[in-house]
């Protein structure tokens, strides 16, 4: 069983920044494939970010540039680094874990390779 608990959302103004944590327990943190999601208000939960076991990171159009994920195995801690945020980003961040080791950019982004979710962190941009 693998427990994930996100951290670091809050409300920040378009163009600035905001650094969000997963914490994992239960699982040593390289055996996993992380992910990055996010849901806003009437939609659907959308992919943002991935990084497999090996390192290889993928992300979503829409953020490329902006986001970057990295993951610190000895802390068994995952960051989502968001800058330039804008509007359109606020939504409930989801953190996503899979035993997964493939690093196919297209596996890594459906939110069903991943058996393991966090409870989400809010992020609200404003304009």
């Known amino acids: 069983q693998v427990e994930l608990v996100e951290s670091g959302g809050g409300l920040v103004q378009a163009g600035g920044s905001l650094r969000l944590s997963c914490a994992t327990s239960?699982?040593?943190?390289?055996?996993?494939?992380m992910g990055w999601f996010r849901q806003a208000p009437g939609k659907q939960r959308e992919f943002v970010a991935a990084i497999s076991w090996s390192g290889l990171t993928s992300y979503t159009d829409s953020v490329k540039g902006r986001f970057a994920i990295s993951r610190n195995n000895a802390a068994n801690t995952v960051f989502l680094q968001m800058n330039r945020l804008k509007p359109e980003d606020t939504a409930i961040y989801y953190c996503a874990a899979s035993h997964s080791e493939s690093s196919s950019n297209s596996y890594l982004s459906r939110p069903t390779t991943y058996a393991y979710w966090g409870q989400g962190t809010q992020v609200t941009v404003s304009s």
């Open positions: 239960g699982r040593t943190l390289s055996d996993l494939a």
